[in-house]
């Protein structure tokens, strides 16, 4: 089955004025009816992508097609996307319904048709009843509720979310996750969502752009970036890691701690630097013996459902182990970890890069 891409940036460059590119060169698809989301640090881009597809700003360089349509000059009202912003955005002069009703009033749709629209879409987000509340008499919570509704009641193709829940506490924002992804569900419709929140992004997402310094670094299924992350900033920003340097000695081969193990990884130069990545939950404290690096433990907290445990090995690397087994302050332990818990990564290897270099690879394994 062939792709339903909805919207496609092709080499898209933006720069503000004369000043530097906040997006660079940057080319992606999105498909139909997906979760997806722009996942970064501030300053990276993210509010800039919504803003060139919402039709608020046009791109310096390069084109955004729609529906296969080149799309960079049509005016923000003619484009089938409604945006939901971090700060709502509500009409606080407004009751509920209003804020809702607002969009159809501006297309002079019949009272009566904009009392069931705005109807279904209150009940979507669970706030049947409250139409003739103030903005102000709502919580946090509810006032992101009624911004949906009002995204949603124009039946756009694609709804663009900025960190629609950053203003949320915890046990709330919690909830929010579930609600907007159950929402994106029924509804069918193209989500894109902006957070700088990993965890966010890993639980909500069924695709994930991993965006810094107005690049995206890595794109893919929330285990694919967290299982095999690309590079330094994608394994450091997507959760905790170890990342210590090492070098390839040969295929499956890797040096590191000052020692060598097996590993998965192949493709490199011989002897090449590297990155190494191995997760915290990857880690198994064992007797010094039987682990494959010997470490001594420098501190100790308790999680919950389990015990991160700070560890250094005789080079001075830190290593972090998630474990259910308790250490104690100042042991001497061994850590075991199987050959596919390496993860080698290439120095500051772009996408484009790791892509080439394994298509590359495979070329010469098929060759042999
Ligand atoms: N209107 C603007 N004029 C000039 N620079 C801007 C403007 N909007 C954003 N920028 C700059 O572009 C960069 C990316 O901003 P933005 O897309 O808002 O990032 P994010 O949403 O990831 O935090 C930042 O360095 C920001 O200062
Ligand atoms: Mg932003």
């Given at each position: ?83 939901v912003f971090?700060d709502y955005a509500l009409f606080p002069h407004l009751n509920v319904f209003e804020n809702v009703a607002f969009g159809l009033r501006i ?11 705005v ?12 139409e003739?509340r103030e903005i102000r008499e709502m919580?946090?919570?509810?006032r992101?509720?009624v911004a949906?509704a009002r995204a949603?009641v ?215």
């Amino acid at each position: 089955m062939s792709k339903d891409v909805i919207i496609r940036f092709e080499n898209v460059t933006k720069q503000y004025d004369d000043g530097p590119a906040v997006l660079d060169d940057v080319s992606f698809e999105i498909e139909r009816g997906k979760f997806y989301t722009l996942l970064g640090p501030s300053g990276c881009g993210k509010t800039t992508i919504l803003r060139l597809i919402a039709g608020f700003t046009e791109p310096t360089k390069g084109a955004i097609y729609f529906n296969g349509q080149k799309i960079n000059s049509v005016p923000a009202n003619k484009r089938q996307v409604n945006t939901v912003f971090q700060d709502y955005a509500l009409f606080p002069h407004l009751n509920v319904f209003e804020n809702v009703a607002f969009g159809l009033r501006i297309k002079k749709m019949k009272n009566a048709d904009i009392k069931e629209k705005v109807a279904e879409a209150l009940r979507f987000v669970n706030l049947e009843g409250y139409e003739n509340r103030e903005i102000r008499e709502m919580s946090g919570g509810q006032r992101q509720r009624v911004a949906i509704a009002r995204a949603i009641v124009n039946e756009p193709e694609v709804i663009l979310l900025d960190e629609p829940l950053s203003a949320l506490d915890l046990k709330l924002r919690t909830e929010m996750q579930y609600e907007l992804r159950e929402l994106q569900r029924r509804l069918g419709i193209t989500f894109i969502f902006v957070t700088h929140d990993q965890e966010e992004a890993l639980a909500m997402s069924d695709m994930i752009f991993v965006l810094n310094k107005g690049k995206i670094q890595q794109s893919g299924t929330p285990k694919d970036i967290y299982d095999e992350p690309i590079n330094r900033f994608v394994a450091d920003f997507i959760g905790e890691s170890n990342i210590v340097p090492g070098k390839m000695i040969a295929d499956c081969l890797v040096e590191f701690a000052g020692k060598r193990f097996e590993c998965v990884d192949k493709g490199f130069e011989p002897n090449e630097h590297v990155d190494i990545v191995i997760r915290p939950e990857d880690l198994e404290i064992t007797s010094v013996e039987r682990g494959k690096l010997q470490v001594r433990v420098d501190s100790l907290l308790f999680r919950g459902v389990h015990y991160e445990i700070c560890c250094y090995d005789q080079d001075g690397n830190e290593w972090l182990v998630h474990s259910t087994k308790k250490a104690e302050v100042g042991e001497k332990i061994g850590l075991y970890f199987d050959p596919e818990a390496i993860h080698v990564m290439r120095l500051n290897e772009t996408e484009e890069e790791y892509d080439r270099r394994l298509e590359a690879y495979s070329e010469v394994s098929d060759e042999k």
